[in-house]
Each structure stands twice: as C-alpha cells, then as structure tokens.
C-alpha cells in the first residue's frame, strides 16, 4: 500500500523543532511535524488559578488557538466569534491535561505555567504536534526557573509526546497527514510517555467502529511513533536533557 | 476488596430505564443508574443544519446539562454564566458522536433529531448514563417517525451503551460512582455496540499513567458492562426491539 | 361552559407534591398541577450577595428553567444561546420576591437560599407552580438549618402560593391550561399569603382591556386557588406545619 | 398628612410633554413628570420582525435606557455590561405591551413601530411616564404614516397612560417620587385606557402584602391619575386628537 | 463656493452650551453645535481602576453612545447587540485621552472622573462636539471638588476643545454637517489646546490621500475653529473661568 | 543623540519581508522591522459582507491579533476573554482603511481579501508593520486573481506603507522600538503612499502637546520611513512589482 506522501503505514513524518522561536518566552518552540507548524510559548506566571491559592502547589494549563488561514480555506477567528469552538475546548484541555500529568506540582511551587500553542499551518495532528513541542517548551521553562533558583529539582517525572494513529481504507496509518485524516474511518490520538505509559488514549470510530484487536494494533502504531518524537525532542534538548535527567534521578531519592 | 457500596469489581450499578417520561417528546427516557439520573429527550425537527441542506441527510445531535443542585454542592447554571463550560461542551459532543455513529443518516432524511440529556442527580457516570439512556429515547423517536410513515425502515445499524471503567486504589473497577470516582488514579468511558465493537474510547492516566496491558483489561470489563446494559436497553423497550431487528434485516438486504 | 378537561370555572387541576425528590438539595420538591411538572431544589449557601455582605443578614433568590422538549416544540436551550430570555428573567424575579415576603431575612443570618425551579414538562402556569413548589422546598431547607442548628426559630412570616386567572371565550377561569391560555383574553398572576394578602398581582389585558369590577372577580377566583393550594401544601408538609407554626409563635412574642 | 413635596395624597406631579424634541424620529417627545424626564422618540421600519413576515400585519416595540448618571449615583451603562438587566428587560416589554394593546396591528400593515424610551433624569415612575410619553409619540409617527398614505385610518383603539401607586408610611399615594418610592412598603404600576380599563396591573407587596379592599384604592387612586395624564397627552398632542377620533369613528363603521 | 447651510468655508456652526442640564451629576452639560446635540455629565467616583490603585493618582475616562434614532435612520442599540462598535470604542478612547491631557491626575487624587457623553441629535461632528462639551462639565465637576475642599486647586493645565475639518469638492471646509461629512473625500478631527498646541489629530484620506501642503491647510482651519470653541467655553462658564486661571496660576508656581 | 540600538533619530529598523510564509493563503509574508515580528495572511473569499451584496464591487478588510506571549509579559487572548480590547478594534479598522484606500474595488469585482496580521513578535511598531507587510499579501493575492484570469487588471492605485514617528527625551526620532516607544511623550503614526500622499495620520500628545512646527517635523521624518519601506516591498516583491506598474498604466488610460 502506498501513502500519498510515499511513507510506509508505521512512518512518521518528518520532524523539526525549533527551539527559542521568539524572544520573550521562557521556553518557545517551533514545532514541525510535516506541514503542520505549531508555536509552543511557555510562560511563567508567579501565580495560580483561585481554587489552588494557599496549598503551596502550582499549575500548568494549556491554550489552543489556528491563525485563521492555518487551514486550506479561511476559518472565523474565534476572538471575533466571541466564543471557543468546542474543538479548541478539547483540545486545549488535552495539551494541560498531558502536561500536568508528568510535572510534580508540588515541587513547581505556587505558579502556572501557561503553554500557549498557536497553530500558524495545520496538515493533521496539530493536537499531538502541540502537545510533542508544548513539553520542549515546558522543559526550558522549568530549567529558566532551575537557573533562576525558584526550583531546586526539575518536577518532572518522565518525557511525554504525543501522535496520531487512524484507518484509511482498511489500513492502520502512522501519524495521519490531513488528506489522510479527513477519510479515515477511525481516529485515535494517544499521549504516551517515553517509557511507553498510555497517559490519554482517544479513539473515535464514528464512520467504523473497531475491535479490541484493532485498538492493540493502534496502540503498537502509536508507541512506535512516541518513542520517535521522543528522541526528537532530545535531540533538540540537548544538554537540557541532562537536566531531566538529573532532576528525575533527585526525584528518586 | 470491597466497593463502598458493596459491589464486585465487575458489577454494574442498578439500571432502571423508564420510557414516555414526559408527554411532548417523541421520545423520553429516565435512566437511573444507581443513584445517577439523567432525563434523556428526543425530539424530531424538520430541518437540517445549514452545512447539510440540499444534500438529502439528517442528523442527529445531543446537548447536556445538570440541574443545579444534581450535585452535592451546588453548581452555578451555565445559562446564567452565559457559556457553556469546556466539560459541557466535550460531553455533547460525544453524545452526539456515539448516536450518530449507528444511524444510517442517508435513510433518516433532511430532519434532525435532538437528544437533550438533562441530569437531575449526579452520582457519578452521568455521560455514559446519557448515551445508554439517549439510545432508547432515540429509538422510541425514530419508531414514531416510521410509524407516521416518514421513513421506511428502522435506519439504525447497531444497539449502543456506555460505561466506565476506572482504577481506584490499585484495582480496576466497572462503572464508578462519584465516591470511587473522584479519587480514581485512572478514568476510561467506553462507548460500544452490541457486538463489541468500540464507537469511542477515552481513557486518562493525568494521574497514574497505564500500560497497554491495564488497557486490555479496562477493556475487558467494560465490554462486560455494556453487554449488561443493551439487555436492559432491550428489556425497557421491548416489542420495539423487533422493529430494531427488521430495520437491521433490511439494512442488509 | 365546558372547560376542555371538564373542570369547572373555578376548580384547580389536580395537585401533587412530591418531598425529597432529589438526594443533595436541602429541599427538594417535584410538584405537579395536572401536568404541568416541576422541580423546585433548595440549596443552602453559607454566603450573600456583595450588596449584603457584613450586614448580618441573609438573602433569599430564585432561578426558573425549562428543558428545551418540557413543551410541545422543542426551545433553544438558552444556556446554548448564552442569555437568558426576557420571560425567564422576569419569572426568576417573580418568585425571588414571593420567597422573600414571607421570609425574615434578619433571623435567616448571612446565608443564601437558592430556589431553582426546573420545568420538567410544561402545560400553563409554570411561574405559579414554580412558586407554590419553591415554598415547600423552601420549608425544607429552613427546617435544616434549624435542625443543625444555625438558626433558632423558623424565619417565615406565612405560607405563600400562587395560581392564575384569565378569560378565555369571555368568561373568567382559575388556573388555566396552556390550551385555555394561549387564547386567553386576560391573564393574571397571583401570589397571596394563607391570609389572603397579595403578594404580587400581574395581570395583563393585551388582548382585552378588562374593568375594576372584573379585576375584583379574578382576585376572589385566585383567593379560592391559593387557599386549595396552601391545604396541598401542609398536606405535603406534614408535621413540618408545625414547626412553620411554632415559628411563627415565636415571632409574634 | 403632608408629602415629601407638600402634595395632596391623590395628587400628580406637574406635567410636561414636548413634542418633536428631536427632529429626525417620526414622534419625539420629552415627557417630565416632576423631576423624571424621558425622551420618546417613534420610529418606523417597513419590516417586521421574522415570526410575523408575510402575514400582513404590523408590530410596536419599545426598548427602554436610562442614561448612567439620571440617577444620584452613576450606573453602569448595559452596553458596557454587554448585557441588558433584568428590570430593563420587563420594563421594555411592559411599555410594548401598552403600546400594542391600543394599535390595531392589521391595520398597521407590515412594519414596525420602534418606542425607544431613554430616561435623561429618574426621579421615580420612570416606566410609567414612559409609556404615557411613549403613546404621544407613537401618535405622532401614525400621524406620519396617515399623512404619507401608507395607512388610511389612525389604527388605534383608545388612549392610554400610566402612573404609580403606593404604600408610604400607611398611606396610599399617587404618584411617587424615587424619595417616597424607595421606602414604599407596596409599589403598583397601573395602564389604563381613557375609558378607565385596565391594560396592565403589577402590584408587589413584597415588603408588605396589602388586602383586596386596599388593591381597590390603589386602582381608584390610579385611574384618577391616568385620566388626568390623558388630558395631558390631548393638549400636548392639539389638534392631532380629532385624527384620533376620526381613526376611532372609521374604526366603528 | 456656497456650503449646504450659507456657511463660508472657515465658519463654525452656531454654538450653544447649557450647564446643570440634568440635576444629578457634578458636571452636566448640554453642548449644540447646529444640530448636533450631546449631553456630557461629568461624575465623580471615589475610587480608581485596578491598575492604579494605592498610587494616590486619579483617572478620567469616557464612554460614548448615541441615542437609537439620534440619526436619520434608526441604530441598533448597542445594550441590545451585547457590544460596542469599534466606532463607539474608539471614539470614547479619544475623549478619554482628550480629557487625560489637561488633567494633573497626580492633584486629582484616587477619584475617577467619568465623561458621559450621550448624542440625542447627530448631525457630524459628534466626536468633537462631545470633547467641547466633556470639558465644560469636567471643569464643572472639579470645582464641585474644590468646594467640597476634597482637592485644593484645580488640577487643569490649559483648556482643550475640538472640531474636525474635511475636503468636500475639493474644499477644506471647517466643521463639517453629515451632509457634506458624508461626501467628504478627506476627514480630520483636531483635539486643540487653547494656546493651539495639539492633543491629537486624526486624520484620513481614504477616498483621497492629501499632501503635507493640505495637511497644513487643515490645521489652520481647526485651530481658528477650536479658538473660537474654547470662547464659547469661556462665556458658558463665567465665573468658573477665574478658578480656572487661579489653578492654573497656582499650578505655575 | 544615542538611541538605545544606535540607531540614528532617522534610521528605520531592519527590514525583512518574507514572501509565501505559510502555503495555504493566497498572499502570505512574515515581515520583521526590527524585533517586531507580524505574519500577514490574505485569503480570496468569494462573496462581499451584506451591505455590499449586488453592487458588483468588492471589499478588503482585516483583522489582527497578538500571539499571548509577543510581549514581554503574556496577556490574556482576546478569544479566552470573549471580546476583543478597543486597541484591537482600532488597528484592525486602520489596517483595513489603509488597504481599501490604494484599491479599486469597482475592479476587485463581488469578492472580499481578507488580510489577517498576526503578531508573533512586538517590539513597538507592530500596526505599522502589518500594514507595510499585508500591502505585499495583497499583491500576491490580487496577483493570483490575475492568474486565475477573474480579474483582468490590477486593483492598485498606489503602493503604500506605514512607520511610526515620536518624541523622546524631546527629540522626534523614525521608527521606535518599545523601549523608546513606552517614554514617548508624543506618538504619531503615519499611513502613506509611495508618492508621499497622506492616506492616514494619527497624532496624539496626551502625555505633551505639540505644535504645529512640530507636526511637519514628523511628517519629514514619517516620509523618510515610508519612502524606504517602500522599496522593501518592491525588493520583496520582484518581478510583482512590474505588474503592479502595469496594472497603474492601465488604470491612467
């Protein structure tokens, strides 16, 4: 079976990110996964959300936005609509909630750290790809805070990417591109940790529902193309990655 | 182990399902599972939404709200905040997903229905409540339209329930109440057909990230629970289940 | 003249009150005047309006709804619409004030009590049902707080309930059905004390301006509801009158 | 007993209509009654609002402002708020409802006739000097559309006014000012038409209910009133008052 | 050349400033410039905007909105659309910027003054018409607070009015009616101090860019135009002016 | 005089002007002036907003935003806060004014070109960068409808670019970055066409008032920058810029 890029069913596409995109951010990154391009800006906010004031424990929450040409046709800008989309809801929700799950919020100290994804071309994935850069953000952010000593310890506990896995005629796909997402009969994203920990799986087979047998299937997919952007991720990490490293050793104390 | 309320760790919750709750809707349901309520309506309209006319199809579509007070303290009503909030949001869309996911939209023709499942007490387990109870409102709405001779089959592919699965205290667990739920280290809903086939799955670890062998199990379990629940499905609408299975038969004519 | 259900001009539709109708709010109610259906919870909050705030004295307000299908076409949920109607402010307001009349706010202290009138199913009078259901409740939610003993005396002045009026093919009706309604010359709402003092009097003649002489007519029909429907609501008490009365004792000493 | 202003218990305050206070609405009207001053401007649109198009028949709307600072202390503007309040709202319906109970909406043809009340000092009664300004305009605007032959006969059925009643100190009084009003222990507006019907009655005892036989006074108390602002709106509206027997007189043919 | 109304090229419309035009504000006053018509009340507020307090600094602000049918045909009210146009945003941020810069708001300690300025007849010129007025009314309102010895001088710096100057068939014309506003090929609007040194200038040439050579032109007219306004300002203020020159005397040592 | 970058007081910033930035827009350029960064997108849509429908002309409007951390510190989105800031309102207004004024859009024919600025980046300046750099989307969206043969000449009047001139510590200095920009006492912006026609010019001295003298400094200064910004975009645009000659001498024939 051919892909209409030419990649194999298991294959990622190419992936580049872009560290210190834009100057005042703690951590910004450019992420490209194909086509799809995403600004990942962290910011540090010494404060937290009302229901967390008092308990010594801080906050990392996510924003999702497209610049309205992002897409093949023009979309309304939401600020003009006046109103979040449900889609931008979920998937914002989605990005904090895999954030949230590998930083120790109690070592982050009585602070948010906002991760604004901003989507400047989208062709499939943009949620994953938000989510694969957002945490390479997330880590120069935390090390920005390690440097000014705000934090002794880097409060997290593992690396998390995340991917696409769907169903194009009949075929289980890798990292689905727009013109192969737009006709699959299924559709799952799944957050996953380095280590191969399934921390949100979401599977929609609306069109075609599966078998169980299926969705081991796609989770294999999905594994294979986490542990990719994971290596991506350190690659651009560089020394950060020792970092991480050191801060999950202390952890283990 | 024992549950708080004394159940194995594969047992459902009580299931009661009543139908013509109310008198106006061509299709209204109450589903109690134990003490989770959820008033599930369905209504016919004779049109379509803007981005399907002239094309011949229906539609089905779902909103979601709780009283108030379905919960132990109170909840500000998001009419009077003015927004929906984000939980809200994801919770309709899924709805409507699962419903639309075993109706035949093509043979519904340009009409829409709409499943508004209200929550008048919340114990847990209210999304997956909707879908099981929405099921037999939409049903009963679609038998009213073939009896007025509006359609000419049943055009309805499967029978669709929903649970959830969690893991409290080390030990995975079928469908939650609110107590084992809010301190759940995992929390899956599973939205499946009758055969076992999965419409939507969405499992988080934001807490306690999951192998793919605990996911297997998760699965496990609530395949069991939704079998249970189509039968109570079954039983609630019973000579109409016939109806069903002719519409099927034709549909594979 | 034959009414539509066969009441005659002055008679009430049947009256059900239901106590305890939901597990969490403090009162409970689901009341129903022939099929006009509604639930009326009462929740305690240990708090006031900014306006109030260190005054020493407590509030007492309402919010009204209907589910979209409660009528015989399905409304937009207004929620979804994101304000609320001109009617259901004007509803909302109506039986805040009815509640507040007979409630001493000074020996409530700083607290709120909500009263959230849900209309399940909706044949004419929702306001008037909504009122007479939120008194009971109401009841229930006082008689909490006396029994945990953060107030000492029962802080209501009397018992409240409502009903309508109208003229419909010229001849005047107590507590009209939607059918009897929305052909209705006149229609008037009334809110009146077991005593028989008015509370609140609304009644509009759009269609028909109506004389003195006849406004006096509707307020003798409506005086005859309201006093049916304080006996429904003792019934539905049982011995918490009693508890109403002795409070009522100690407020004249 | 003497009144804040050394008026008699029945007594109006004095009177002003201005007519063609602005010069581009087809009636404009500033109305003072005492210290309350608002502008009435009628406009009219060849359109009706959607639910009545193509059904021939016209409409009267009224919406109702106060601007910020006609009261002693400043308001926030609803445009700022993004959203109109509550009283706003059952204010601008109440003085629609007064206006359209007098116009024969056949007769109108299809369009609209805007009453846009905005109120430049508050002095209490701001609604009822509304409506009794408002229905000077909305003759005028007719007068307009008569003499433009889009109508042939003036479509109005009777004259109309409104004013206040209320309890101060124990006694009934016509016509409150903010002073008296603000401490009244029963506020009740009344619409009358010349002819001594009733359009619209709201009277609430919310501090204090009242007895049928006081619900008597305050309406004779009223109706004294509004027929000595009908002979207000007659001098203010000269020569155009025989228009308006005339339309009457064809009316009766 | 011949202008709609016989004015010559370089002549203001007939100016008319009434005070104490509503009975409540500090500052209240009714400002005409031909047919433009524009209450400004100025009130004073003992408190400032979040992000100046506990700074001992004072703020002035603005808001800006006209009556429906203040124009030939009928607005839409912006309380009704929920929003403000970005017309009334920016219009409103000028006469709040306008008013800000000749206000010592160190000497106005932590009060805020608002400028109200609502048109009730817009024949052009509404912007600039409302700053000649706002600063009667403010001037109005700080010497309420010099007499209530809330500050000790009058923290104005020099006096300020505006007026807008356009191209209309190919002539520079000084303060333009709607008339020739609205065929204008080019519109500046000009915020003047009396000593002629400028606040800010406008200026657009949409329809037809316009030389440094004619931007001086313009400049000309405005300043003879505003020259002859803060006349108008003094007259209307008599023997306010004094105090005015006093504060600024004080003001200088 | 040193400026902060060494700039001197009639140096523009740095220009760069990236063509075809995002593949899906039919215009797309990422244009940096110094540290100031701004994508700006123009989409073709077919169709006019309402008010133009049937009058065969077309429309171009725009709209702008800033990524929530382009700044120093992050601001909230205008999408998460439901409506957009007066400043916004006001750049999008300008940008679209300045657009409009160098088209013809009797010969853009019933279509809209959307022109979306979208700050990654700010460093002072960022409206008149988006204006400079949408000038060159549009080109190559006009461009593109000259490709496709749906229209036959180019709309264009005139090229046209914007900078920004101020005053700081006294002096008037070209293009201010932030830093200077914050301190500014005076802040002009100026819109102009490659002939040093004025299209817009936006002066204000809340913080100092100028004089006219002063005023021509600026515009000196002003037409320096633009002048030289121009031949960025012609740079930019290359061989465009020949059709764009040719689209003018058409247009004079």
Same mark, same amino acid.
């Given at each position: 079976?051919?892909?209409?890029?030419? @990649?194999? =069913?298991?294959?990622?596409?190419?992936?580049?990110? $872009?560290?210190?995109?834009?100057?005042? +951010?703690?951590?910004?990154?450019?992420?490209?996964?194909?086509? $799809?391009? =995403?600004?990942?800006?962290?910011?540090?906010?010494?404060?937290?959300? @009302?229901?967390?004031?008092?308990?010594?424990?801080?906050? =990392? $929450? +996510? /924003? &999702?936005?497209?610049?309205?040409?992002?897409? /093949?046709?023009?979309?309304?800008? /939401?600020?003009?609509?006046?109103?979040?989309?449900?889609? %931008?809801?979920?998937?914002?929700?989605?990005?904090?909630?895999?954030?949230?799950?590998?930083?120790?919020?109690?070592?982050?100290? #009585?602070? %948010?750290?906002?991760?604004?994804?901003?989507?400047?071309?989208?062709?499939?994935?943009?949620?994953?790809?938000?989510?694969?850069?957002?945490?390479?953000?997330?880590?120069? +952010?935390?090390?920005?805070? *390690?440097?000014? #000593?705000?934090?002794?310890?880097?409060?997290?506990?593992?690396?998390?990417?995340?991917? !696409?896995?769907?169903?194009?005629?009949?075929?289980?796909? *890798?990292?689905? @591109?727009?013109?192969?997402?737009? %006709? +699959?009969?299924?559709?799952?994203?799944?957050?996953?940790?380095?280590?191969?920990?399934?921390?949100?799986?979401?599977? $929609?087979?609306?069109?075609?529902?599966? !078998?169980?047998?299926?969705?081991?299937?796609?989770?294999? *997919?999905?594994?294979?193309?986490?542990?990719?952007?994971?290596? &991506?991720?350190? /690659?651009?990490?560089?020394?950060?990655?020792?970092?991480? *490293?050191?801060?999950?050793?202390?952890?283990?104390?």
């Amino acid at each position: 079976m051919k892909r209409v890029d030419g @990649r194999k =069913v298991d294959e990622l596409r190419p992936v580049n990110i $872009t560290r210190n995109f834009t100057k005042y +951010a703690e951590g910004s990154v450019l992420i490209a996964t194909g086509d $799809t391009k =995403v600004i990942c800006n962290a910011s540090v906010e010494d404060s937290v959300p @009302r229901f967390l004031r008092g308990q010594g424990q801080g906050w =990392v $929450t +996510a /924003e &999702y936005s497209m610049l309205p040409r992002a897409t /093949e046709s023009r979309n309304i800008r /939401e600020a003009a609509r006046g109103k979040l989309s449900g889609r %931008t809801t979920e998937i914002q929700r989605l990005i904090g909630r895999a954030m949230r799950s590998i930083v120790d919020l109690d070592k982050l100290g #009585e602070r %948010t750290i906002w991760l604004d994804c901003d989507v400047i071309q989208a062709d499939g994935g943009t949620r994953t790809a938000s989510i694969t850069g957002a945490f390479v953000a997330l880590i120069d +952010a935390l090390a920005y805070l *390690l440097e000014k #000593e705000k934090i002794n310890e880097m409060p997290v506990e593992s690396m998390v990417a995340a991917t !696409s896995v769907g169903i194009t005629d009949g075929e289980p796909l *890798l990292d689905l @591109r727009y013109q192969e997402d737009s %006709t +699959a009969q299924v559709d799952l994203n799944l957050v996953m940790t380095e280590e191969g920990k399934i921390i949100e799986v979401q599977g $929609t087979g609306e069109e075609n529902p599966f !078998s169980r047998k299926e969705m081991d299937r796609f989770l294999e *997919l999905g594994e294979k193309g986490v542990k990719e952007l994971v290596k &991506y991720q350190k /690659e651009a990490l560089g020394d950060r990655v020792e970092l991480l *490293l050191n801060g999950k050793g202390n952890n283990n104390d």
